[in-house]
Every structure is written in C-alpha cells, then in structure tokens.
C-alpha cells in the first residue's frame, strides 16, 4: 500500500511539474507577442515634411485629417480620402458636401476654431497662405503641412503638392495619372490660347471696387500656364493685386477680359457685373467682342491647387476660347 501511495505521489508531482513548465512557456509566448505588437506600432511608417514654415513628422495614411485649404480638400475628395473637420464658415460650392453635420466644424479661413481642432486630437493638419500667420498654433496641437503654391511657377508647385499628397496617402499612381490628364489639358489650351495673340486682362471684382493681376500673380497661370498674352505686363504682383480704375481697363483694352466676383464666393451685396460692364468698358475689344468672361468665384477665389480646381479652372478657360 505503501509503495503505491508512493508511486501515485510521484505521478502527480510530475504533472504538476509538467504544468509549470507549460505555464512558463505560454507566458514568454505572451511577452514575445506583446513585444512584436509594441515594435510593429513604434515603426509605423512615417514622413518628414520639410515645407516654408518648418518640418511636420506625419505617420503614413493619416485617419483623422483636418483641412483648412479647399485646394486639399478637393484633392482628397477626387482621392476618395475621408477627413475630419473642415472650416465651414464659407464653403465652395462644388464641396457643399463638407457642410454635413458629419464633419467637424472648425471655424473659417482666416479665423480657425482652435478649441475644436484640439478636441478632434488630428493625426495631420493642412493649412495654406491664408492660415500661414498662425502655423505655430496649429503645429502645437498636431503635425501640420503647409501647402502654399508658387505662383511664379505654378504648375511646378501644384504638381510638388499633389505628389505630397499622393505621398502621403499612399496614392501615388492615381495622382500620377490625374496630373497626367492635366498636363495634356494645359498644354492644348495653351497651343490654342498662344495661337489668337489675343491680349487678356485678369481682375478681382469687389465690392464696388477692382483689382488688376498679371503675370507671376494669383491668377498669372492664364498668361504663364494657359498662353494669354498680358494686356499690362507691369501690373504689381501682391496677394490683393493691383488696384485700378475703370479708365485703365478702357486704356488698355484688352481683347478678353477675365472676372473674379469675389462677392458671389463670400456672399457680398454687390455683384461683377453691374459695375464691371459700364461705359468704359463698353469701349473695350472684351466687350464689343462678347469676351468679358466671368470665371468661377469658387474655383478661382476659393480654391485653386488642387486636383479638381485646377481641371475645372483649365476648362472654363478653354470654353471662354
């Protein structure tokens, strides 16, 4: 009896041996599947982003996006990429979408809404030119992007941007070819304006008043990009452009005449066209010739920059042909 009490003593020690040792490696297992979790999380792919107000470290493919250009957000539209929260004070037209409740309302362009930005805990913020001032705010809540375009060289710096982008979001080769079917679109508009010799005019309608931009300006891609010959190619290159007179749009009579409505972007009172077309410019070649074109605010104003902007900027040209 003793000998079997012994025996079945010994047995059970074995197995309880047996299960420590099965514990212990179950455990390490644990550790080791915890530690590849951690690893794998600590090397998430990342980008750093040199840009004119300093350098963002962004993981790739983003989740939370916040925007305060129309010129991105038209571009992750077309990308099919979903944001978070937009500036929906004064939204274009075309992106009405972006005015749904299901995205987070962050103030306006010029007056972000930073408590709501903090609260959203971004993963990357995109601003442009006219947020630049407050770059250190932002940068203090999230990585943020700036996206400004060099006018001088526009096309160089929306296909930089786009490619950013694309970068960033991991779609290369569906902005590859949207900048592709640009390019081609361009460069016919180009052949076609270049071959009129025609002289164009660009100007920014306000409230009542009027503003000229020419080559290397806001606007300058009608004659640097698009191929119009400028009916002033000194007109002063600045953000708000070159105030004028109605006698000067009579002096140098321009064979086509572009108009910006500012007031039906940001819903002022007073429109273009009642106090573009008076009796001055009534004796321009643009008017007598039926080539006063009235360009979309949205697009123009707005936006432009991004991958819809510019396709819908490059047609309206080419329809005003």
């Known amino acids: ?51 004119q107000y300093g350098e963002a470290v962004v993981e790739k493919n983003p989740k939370k996006v916040v925007v305060f250009d129309f010129g991105v957000l038209d571009t992750l539209d077309e990308l099919g ?14 992106l009405k979408k972006y005015g749904d ?31 630049a001032e407050l770059y250190d705010q932002f940068a203090e809540i999230a990585p943020t992007v700036y996206i400004g375009l060099d006018y001088a060289n526009y096309m160089d710096s929306f296909e930089k941007n786009m490619n950013l982008i694309g970068g960033i979001f991991g ?28 002289k164009g005019l660009i100007v920014l309608a306000n ?16 004659h640097d990009v698009f191929g119009f010959g400028a009916a002033d190619k000194n007109i002063e290159v600045s953000t708000h452009g070159q105030s004028i ?12 005449l572009f108009v910006i409505d500012r007031a039906t972007a940001v819903g002022g009172e007073v429109g273009a066209k009642e106090i573009v077309e008076n009796e001055l410019v009534k004796k321009t070649e643009a008017y007598k010739n039926d080539k006063i074109v009235y360009l979309d605010a949205d697009s123009w104003y707005l936006s432009g920059g991004g991958l819809k902007s510019v396709k819908a900027m490059t047609k309206e040209v080419e329809e005003a042909l």
């Open 101 to 131: 409740k299901k995205y987070t309302n962050v103030g306006s362009l010029k007056e972000p809404d930073f408590e709501a930005v903090h609260a959203l805990k971004p993963d990357v913020i995109f601003i442009s030119t006219r947020q």
């Open 245 to 256: 007179t109605f006698e000067y749009i009579k002096e140098k009579n321009p064979d086509v």
């Open 1 to 51: 009896m003793t000998k079997r009490w012994s025996l079945l003593g010994l047995v059970f020690t074995m197995i309880l041996i047996l299960a420590a040792c099965g514990g212990g490696d179950s455990s390490k297992e644990e550790g080791k599947a915890k530690t590849a979790s951690s690893n794998k999380a600590d090397t998430a792919e990342k980008m750093t982003i040199k840009h």
């Open 81 to 94: 990429i979903e944001v978070t929260g937009v500036p929906q004070a004064t939204i274009p037209s075309y």
């Open 207 to 222: 409230e009542g008043k009027v503003s000229a931009y020419g080559p290397s300006s806001r606007f300058g891609l009608i």
């Open 171 to 198: 779609k290369e080769d569906k902005v590859a070819s949207e900048l592709k079917d640009i390019e081609a679109s361009v460069e016919k508009l180009n052949k076609k304006a270049s071959a009129l010799d025609q």
